[in-house]
């Protein structure tokens, strides 16, 4: 036996120990927990084979003799991971597919480290969604294990590498086929203009080198397609317009909302939600406002005893603007205590399709919320920065679907006048054009998708998809 395979058969020894330790510490389904013993079987038998056979099986395409598709979903956000929970959920309940979801940790704007893997672990295990927690220190431990199950397919949660532990980048996933499914809509010209191309833009939306690895990158509308069709790195099998799988899912969610126990009215209440973005007085997008309203809307809040409203900020906004000096940490907590001492407020940061449900209507800055918003058939108010980086073609259609204030008062009228029914909902024709073009499709994005990735692999899915 020569060197390089004694090292892979030690190397494939220490995934089948670790992946094995990782399955003591949880809870699976029993499905789940059958496919996993299956893995660990599979990873045995790697460690008697050389380190060509090896090679062989994590670059294999095709579905390796009779095995199910192996697909691996990389989870670091657990508020993105409606794009994905469809998807997901279809493999399960497909014959041909053999889903494994695992949680790592990420690097947000402005921070020095990696962290949140446990909040993606909690928000999954709040869904009875088993999965493989890849936290190790060593990012690369964790990728040892990852090519241990040898995938088919990786969906990693969006293109930006630098969000990732090193090991976790475009560069070490080539063992598998990446498939590309949007974590947001592309609503800004800056990302799909001639403009974009001048400065680059372009790039760090569309032609990273996620997408250059990719071997699919499903399109969520006509828009985004023709985009990428303009970059050459792309063959035309490679892109498919499939739809954004995460709209389906906000819809399919139930209605929720807070308990407001403290609140005296026993009808029900007029329910706002206040969805503020990060990009407070910030050049790049500069679409937030929070930092020059939010003690109006305390004010607000606490005169409207009729009204209940549910703040749901941008996963980025207070550290945000707290790190960038638009907020001091102490203005920034004085503001939430203030907030949630209020009888008739609450505060919500995980996800929302069920949010957006049981609402009357939304008041938001941007920039996915105002055209994911719209779907629910309900009245929305955008409140314009007056500054804010120029909308393509959807974010304009988008824009359509709302009301657009410019000050806090003329935002404050125009929602009263909705919950008092003397403001008309003139945007239902706007809306129903947006779900054109968001939903281009007569069958759901999802079995596209899995259509689509079975084809590609040689598998004929049409007798499993129900």
């Keep these: ?96 597919f053999e889903p494994f979801v695992a949680t790592i940790n990420r690097r947000l704007g402005g921070d020095t480290h990696f962290s949140g893997e446990k909040r993606a672990s909690d928000g999954l295990t709040k869904l009875n969604i088993p999965h493989l927690r890849l936290d190790m220190e060593d990012s690369f431990a964790g990728l040892n294990i990852l090519r241990g199950l040898a995938p088919d397919i990786i969906f990693r949660q969006s293109q930006w590498d630098d969000l990732y532990p090193p090991a976790f980048s475009s560069d070490y996933l080539s063992f598998a086929k990446l498939c590309v499914v949007p974590y947001g809509l592309i609503v800004l010209e800056k990302y799909m203009s001639k403009q974009a191309e001048r400065e680059g833009t372009n790039k760090i939306s569309c032609d990273t080198p996620y997408h250059r690895a990719a071997w699919r990158i499903f399109c969520e509308n006509k828009y985004a397609l023709q985009y990428f069709e303009s970059f050459s790195h792309a063959p035309s099998e490679k892109l498919v317009l499939s739809g954004y799988p995460k709209l389906q899912r906000l819809l399919n969610e139930a209605p929720s909302w807070p308990t407001f126990d403290k609140n005296p009215h026993h009808e029900k209440a007029f329910r706002v939600i206040w969805a503020p973005h990060h990009s407070c007085d910030n050049p790049w997008l500069n679409f937030g406002v929070f930092h020059r309203i939010y003690q109006d809307f305390v004010a607000w809040a606490r005169e409207a005893s009729d009204i209940e409203f549910v703040l749901k900020p941008h996963p980025e906004l207070f550290k945000s603007v707290v790190n960038r000096n638009v907020m001091s940490q102490a203005a920034l907590d004085n503001f939430l205590t203030e907030w949630l001492s209020l009888p008739n407020c609450a505060y919500e940061n995980e996800r929302y399709g069920g949010l957006f449900a049981a609402s009357d209507l939304m008041i938001t800055d941007g920039i996915s919320f105002f055209i994911e918003y719209p779907i629910f058939d309900k009245p929305l108010i955008f409140f314009n920065s007056g500054v804010h980086a120029e909308l393509n073609a959807v974010g304009k259609l988008a824009i359509a679907c709302a009301n657009t204030v410019y000050t806090f008062e003329e935002m404050k009228k125009t929602a009263l006048g909705y919950k008092n029914k003397t403001v008309d909902d003139t945007h239902k024709s706007d809306r129903e054009y947006l779900k054109q073009i968001l939903f281009p499709n007569k069958k759901p994005s999802c079995d596209i998708i899995l259509e689509n990735i079975s084809e590609g692999l040689g598998v004929n899915i049409e007798s499993t998809m129900s």
Excluded: C
């Design 1 to 96: 036996m020569s060197g390089n395979e004694k090292h892979t058969m030690d190397s494939n020894h220490d995934v089948v120990k670790a992946l094995s330790n990782l399955l003591e510490r949880q809870t699976y389904t029993e499905k789940v927990l059958k496919s996993l013993s299956q893995v660990v079987l599979d990873l045995h038998m790697q460690v008697r084979q050389t380190r060509a056979s090896v090679q062989a099986l994590s670059s294999s395409h095709l579905k390796p003799n009779g095995r199910k598709i192996r697909a691996v979903f990389l989870v670091n956000s657990i508020e993105l991971w409606d794009s994905l929970f469809d998807i997901y959920q279809k493999m399960l309940e497909s014959d041909i």
